[in-house]
């Protein structure tokens, strides 16, 4: 555990989308609770943002796109009670 009290290597909701952050495949899924597997068919299916190249192999999202592409979704597509996790990410 850190001095903050979580564990390292964890992030909070809120430090994963922080301004000009770039997310990996991993942390986009653990924000969605998914899978990586899913993201790609999600991003292939034109339901997520396309990410970024950086490099020849290397891809991420950036954080004020997958905050503005959430702030967009319709409400009926958020569920409940948590934090802009989606039904139709697969």
């Known amino acids: 555990m850190n001095e903050e009290g979580t564990e390292s290597g964890t992030s909070s909701f809120e ?7 770039l997310l990996t495949i991993k942390e ?15 991003w292939f299916k034109g339901l997520l943002p396309a990410p970024v190249k950086i490099g ?6 950036p954080a004020e796109d997958i905050k503005e592409w959430m702030a967009n979704l319709p409400r009926s597509e ?4 948590t934090e802009a996790r989606t039904k139709k990410l697969i």
């Open 15 to 21: 430090d994963l989308l922080e301004h000009n952050r």
């Open 28 to 42: 986009l899924a653990a924000l969605f609770s998914v899978s990586t597997v899913t993201i790609r068919r999600s």
């Open 56 to 61: 020849n192999q290397t891809i991420r999202w």
């Open 78 to 81: 958020i569920y409940e009670g």
